[in-house]
């Protein structure tokens, strides 16, 4: 099911500025995930009750923010050129660990979201093409 509500997100034709990233929505979902990203990094980095773990509420809820966040990006297909590199370079910015405060590489993006984001790259140039 998953697939097809994914499949089926994808399936709207860009408005196409294409080359400049004005008004392109990926910009906004970009920046939505970094901020989700951060909260879940700062709100799992306080020890729970003495502990070595996080507070496992906090946890749960800041990850599940962090995943529909990251869903969300992974279905938003960019209408410029710029706003697709602007994507790709961000993917690979996380998987590198970036954004990650302890530098170690992040798997923020699973199999779903990363097929998502080759349909959006498609997309988006299918449009701009």
């Not at 697939?3 to 997100?9: E, K, L, N, R």
């Not at 529909?68 to 602007?86: K, M, Y």
């Not at 170690?104 to 959006?120: K, V, Y």
């Amino acid at each position: 099911m998953n697939m097809f509500i994914a499949t089926s997100a994808l399936t709207a034709a860009p408005a196409v500025p294409c080359v400049a990233g004005e008004g392109d929505p990926i910009f906004a979902a970009i920046e939505d995930h970094k901020r989700a990203n951060a909260e879940y990094a700062e709100a799992t980095k306080e020890i729970f009750e003495d502990t070595l773990s996080p507070d496992p509420v906090k946890e749960e809820h800041f990850g599940d923010l962090e995943r529909s966040v990251c869903w969300d990006l992974s279905n938003t297909v960019p209408t410029s050129l710029a706003g697709l590199l602007a994507l790709m370079t961000y993917v690979e910015d996380v998987s590198e660990g970036k954004y990650s405060s302890s530098g170690r590489p992040d798997n923020a993006f699973g199999e779903e979201e990363l097929r998502n984001l080759i349909i959006s790259a498609q997309q988006c140039l299918r449009a701009c093409l």
